[in-house]
């Protein structure tokens, strides 16, 4: 399997991290059993895959989705089982906004709903299990459609993105917070040097779980980056692609409007 980066969505169906796999039954099911081994220490795996910056990100995307203060708005927030993004969301719109969390992994969502019972944000919020690459949700239902640090481990990710347009609201917006490709010269060989020679092994250490960090290490590698994804984004129907940078490129958020 090759190294570098796949310049279409779909190559992605059969990449197992640098491993090609049979097809993307057996690609779903590898990923299935990494978010089931990490779900109770999912955000101790954020903080390793991005040194902690992954919260500055999701507050800084929750900023550019600037859900309204009224009631009524309605989000999905897609492959975001524990919550993470949801609660800031809700919190974001001053408790007014009610949200969908769905997640094909069922681990995740048991630890969402903990926690959302814990913040007092259940009634808010409802956790559904369910795949992005066929939503079984009612066609231009929500406002916005939310995906963090998911999508790459969709299998059709053109899939998933047609499910996206399909159920938002005529001037609904998409919005993706997702590794992507570093574009300053110095970072990108530290980030390199930090995910395949450290990560991996905090991993080992700290979750006793080398392999779950070492695909998802791999995972970011493998993703399209910044343009081509935003192409992607345009071939689904969305319009006003745009994309925002952060920390160098190490992330990025992708925003599309269905017009």
């Known amino acids: 399997m090759s190294r570098t980066r796949v310049n279409a969505t779909d190559g992605m169906e059969t990449s197992y991290g640098f491993e090609s796999v049979s097809g993307r039954e057996e690609k779903q099911a590898r990923v299935n059993e990494v978010f089931h081994r990490v779900a109770e220490r999912y955000d101790v795996m954020n903080d390793l895959m991005s040194g902690g910056l992954h919260r500055v990100w999701k507050n800084a995307a929750v900023a550019w989705l600037s859900p309204p203060r009224r009631a009524g708005w309605r989000f999905l927030d897609v492959a975001g089982g524990t919550g993470d993004v949801a609660f800031r969301i809700v919190e974001a719109s001053g408790g007014a906004a009610d949200g969908t969390v769905l997640d094909i992994n069922g681990s995740m969502l048991a630890v969402g709903r903990e926690r959302a019972q814990k913040r007092g944000l259940s009634g808010n919020l409802r956790f559904v299990e369910g795949n992005a690459e066929s939503l079984d949700l009612p066609d231009a239902s929500f406002d916005a459609y939310t995906i963090a640090f998911g999508i790459r481990n969709v299998p059709r990710i053109d899939?998933?993105?047609?499910?996206?347009?399909?159920?938002?609201?005529?001037?609904?917006?998409?919005?993706?917070?997702?590794?992507?490709?570093?574009?300053?010269?110095?970072?990108?060989?530290?980030?390199?040097?930090?995910?395949?020679?450290?990560?991996?092994?905090?991993?080992?250490?700290?979750?006793?779980?080398?392999?779950?960090?070492s695909y998802l290490v791999e995972s970011i590698r493998r993703f399209p980056n910044q343009e081509s994804f935003a192409s992607a984004i345009r071939r689904a129907g969305f319009e006003r692609v745009t994309y925002r940078n952060l920390t160098g490129g190490i992330a990025a958020i992708h925003s599309g409007w269905k017009l």
Request: glycine residues 10%.
């Open 159 to 213: 899939l998933a993105l047609s499910g996206a347009f399909r159920v938002l609201k005529p001037g609904g917006r998409f919005l993706c917070l997702e590794f992507s490709e570093v574009d300053l010269p110095v970072l990108d060989k530290l980030y390199d040097a930090w995910s395949f020679g450290v990560i991996p092994r905090i991993g080992e250490i700290v979750a006793k779980d080398r392999e779950s960090y």
